[in-house]
């Protein structure tokens, strides 16, 4: 439960900009595992000042339901206005970004800067809980820096003014995306606060380190940014790893490109073929992460312009790709991506995908 809101899932999708749109989010609910999702962040006030792009960051459909905008903005009565249009159009909660350390969200008091100033946000975000029955939920990390390790006392506060949840992202603003995740840290937090679920949130790319993040974290469910890009399948594996405790294996070669071409085709339905194939550039190379030798893929796919295109590169490379098989049709070993380690289970770190990514 997030305040009056019954998931199916404990597994959640993690706002990333430029990314978390209709399409990703259609794809991933079709693959299964996932219930409530994000769009990415979108300004409160663009919102009430109906800018189209702020309508196109909250575009949805009624299979991308139930469904969470994150909002940024520091004007209590903007962000509050923002809620009740929000409700007013079915969406199921609103999450406020308070973890987001760009610097033209930070300089207009929002973002991390919020998570220095507790009373100010505490009046904000009551306001917004105050104002609409849907769910009021905030997203952090663990702090400014080291020294400034304000997300439990953060997370206490807002559970006293009546947020329903909280996601944490297990590093602090200093840290960007470097080092590992600090369980001991999301811990902290989910001892904090009395009764509402925390969900722990960072570097989460396999079922093994979302088990092991609510094992030793106690949190309550996981939220997952990257890890859905590598790996569209991991909340459907995920869920069924946490029930049975049984892992599944790794879709098959053909399984990947269904899926890819599937969220294709909902780009071009959503963004137009120009658009949507041109956004989709940036897209295919995760998925090609997972093929093994991929690089003819990579270069042809970058300069993508239409759907047909798009399946004469793929045509190409399945066929370029057969060099690298075995007679059964499987990768030969040495050819085979490496597995998926997570942060806190290996020192090892994920790639971060292009973006704003030096400020998140
Ligand atoms: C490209 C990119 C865009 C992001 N956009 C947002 C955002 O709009 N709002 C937010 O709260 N966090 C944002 N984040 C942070 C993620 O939601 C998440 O907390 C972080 O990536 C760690 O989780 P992960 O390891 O599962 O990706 C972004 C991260 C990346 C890499």
């Known amino acids: 439960m997030i305040g009056n809101l019954k998931l199916k899932s404990n597994l959640f999708l993690s706002p990333l900009a430029g990314y978390t749109n209709l399409p990703f989010r259609l794809t991933l609910r079709e693959v299964g595992g996932l219930d409530l999702a994000t769009t990415d962040l979108v300004n409160a006030r663009s919102l009430i000042e109906k800018n ?4 196109k960051l909250i575009e949805t459909c009624p299979a991308d339901r139930p469904l969470a905008v994150q909002l ?36 207009v008091g929002g973002g991390s800067a919020m998570m220095m100033e507790l009373e100010k946000t ?35 506060a807002l559970e006293g003014v009546g947020v329903a949840a909280i996601f944490v992202h297990g590093r602090t603003r200093e ?10 840290g999301i811990r902290a937090v989910v001892q904090a606060v009395r009764s509402i679920p925390i969900i722990g949130n960072g570097d989460v790319t396999t079922p093994e380190a979302a088990r092991m993040m609510i094992d030793e974290t106690g949190c309550a469910g996981v939220s ?7 790996n569209p399948w991991i909340f459907l594996h995920t869920r069924h790893y946490l029930e049975t405790g049984e892992l599944l294996p790794d879709p098959s070669f053909e399984e990947r490109v269904r899926v890819m ?11 137009g073929e120009t658009h949507g194939c041109r956004m989709f550039r940036k897209v295919a190379p995760w998925y090609s992460k997972r093929f093994g030798p991929a690089n003819e893929f990579n270069k042809s796919v970058v300069q ?32 085979r991506p490496p597995p998926l380690v997570s942060s806190f289970m290996q020192r090892e770190s994920i790639p971060v995908p292009k973006g704003p990514v030096e400020v998140w």
């Open 52 to 55: 189209p792009k702020a309508f």
């Open 72 to 107: 940024f903005g520091s004007v209590p009565e903007e962000m509050r206005d923002a809620a009740i249009y929000l409700e007013s159009v079915g969406i199921a909660s609103v999450d406020i970004t308070m973890g987001c350390p760009v610097k033209k969200v930070c300089r």
């Open 122 to 156: 505490q009046a904000l975000v009551k306001g917004m809980v105050d104002a609409v029955n849907i769910p009021i939920t905030a997203k952090m990390r663990l702090g400014w820096d080291d020294e400034n390790i304000t997300a439990p006392d953060l997370a206490r």
């Open 175 to 184: 840290q960007g995306f470097s080092g590992s995740v600090n369980l001991a």
């Open 224 to 230: 997952i940014g990257r890890g859905a890009f590598y």
């Open 261 to 271: 071409c599937r969220h294709l085709d909902l780009m071009v339905e959503v963004f």
């Open 304 to 335: 993508l312009t239409g759907k047909a295109e798009f399946h004469e590169i793929l045509e190409n490379y399945i066929r370029w790709r057969e060099q690298f098989l075995d007679e059964s049709g499987g990768l030969r070993p040495n050819y």
